[in-house]
């Protein structure tokens, strides 16, 4: 990179030291932006990426809750409030033992330029715990989540910050945080979350979005060459939120997903993920993938395995970050892989991405591919704030045209910046803009 985008990001690593994924996040932008960074002068003068770069708010709290035998735990809650340029802070909260403050900064630092990228008015943070809800019981996972919103109630609101499901946090959690959130706060303030059961606030097509959003922007990268997903095959990643309304979506549309995974190993199922049995395994029983395979004719369950090597046309990393490496990619694109589109945040590594590029394979990054997901969740405050629960095929029909607007987006500003069919340069470049465009007209703070 130009030595003054190199001293600017020095900067960063001494004040953000051992933030290995925050680090990535901010490089891989300050990278695929720099021909931008270097020609605006207003940015410059502005000191937009040193802002950028810096969260506007960072919490961090204690969590201690009790479990089934009465013995005091105690975990880390995080609130990352990165950017509210464009709206309240919007993003999800994960659960999961691998959260760290670097995790939840490198996942806030994203969602501002993909939030903003969805033309919705919305700024960028995330949160979450290193609790780890796997053997939980219901009444602990209350508890926890309980425990977790007695502290994060007094920083969020329908036009502060509006948290949402992460990995770890789906339909239960958000029940149970909103139960607690309203006892706390006294008031029934229905966009304060997102994710909410449709009973009470909760969009019909929240929980399908992600993963149909990742289909519909694959199906329209696809729609540039005059093909499509039909008749596709795609190695999937995940079992949760994502892969299954992927595999769904994909199914729907003609196409046939052959796999799954979660962090004991993968399944191949050569006949095609049988939806109905996934939802049953992860969804009611909260299982693993394994039980899947035990259960499926010609499903094989690889203990420890990855799914990159199996042999089809696309490939939709949808479990977590840093899943993809560029042996990875070698293996998929010498087994025939066209197109990788990231339902993840962030599932590919550096090199990995390089290798896509180099052997020019289709790549989405997740700040465009995924963001389908936060979409729904800006409609879902829409409907709370109008007091209105929109019919699903008004909500998908809404996602499909916020995809294909994305993509457009992606496609146009690449081809501006001399980088035709780059949808990372693309979707980096239109998200940052939007935002430090709007930063200049709200002066300096
Ligand atoms: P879920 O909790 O529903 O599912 C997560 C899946 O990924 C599980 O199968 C889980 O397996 C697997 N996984 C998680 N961490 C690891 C790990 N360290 N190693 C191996 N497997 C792992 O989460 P979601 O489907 O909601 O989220 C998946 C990804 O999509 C995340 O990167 C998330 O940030 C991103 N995303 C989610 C959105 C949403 O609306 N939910 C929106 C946009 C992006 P196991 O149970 O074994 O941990
Ligand atoms: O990464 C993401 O975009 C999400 N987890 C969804 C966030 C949201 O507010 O719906």
Known sequence: MDARLEAVYEEALKRNPTQPEFQQAVREVMESLEPLLLSRRDYQDSAILERIIE?????????????DDNKVRVNRGYRIQFNSTLGPYKGGLRFHPSVTLSVIKF????QIFKNALTGQGIG????????????????????FCQ??????SRHIGADVDVPAGDIGVGAREIGYLFGQYKRIANRNEAGVLTGKAVGWGGSLGRTEATGYGLVMFANNMLAERGDSVEGKTAIVSGSGNVATYAIEKLHQLGGKAVSISDSGGSVYDPDGIDVDLLKLIKEVRRGRVAEYAAVRPNAEFRAGQKVWEIPADLALPCATQNEVDANDVRAMHHHGIELVAEGANMPLTPGAIEVAENSKMLFAPGKAANAGGVATSALEMQQNASLQAWPADVVEEKLEGIMEDIHSTCLTTAEELDAPGNYM???NAAGFMKVADAMIQQGVV
Not at 56 to 64: L, P, T
Not at 107 to 110: H, V
Not at 127 to 137: C, I, L, R, V, Y
């Open 55 to 67: 969260p506007e708010r960072q919490i961090m709290f204690r969590v201690a809750w009790q479990d």
């Open 107 to 110: 996942l806030g630092f994203e």
């Open 124 to 143: 960028g943070g995330k949160g979450g715990s290193d609790f780890d809800p796997h053997g939980k019981s219901d009444d602990e996972v209350m508890r």
């Open 147 to 152: 425990a977790f919103m007695m502290e994060l």
């Open 425 to 427: 340069v693309g979707a």
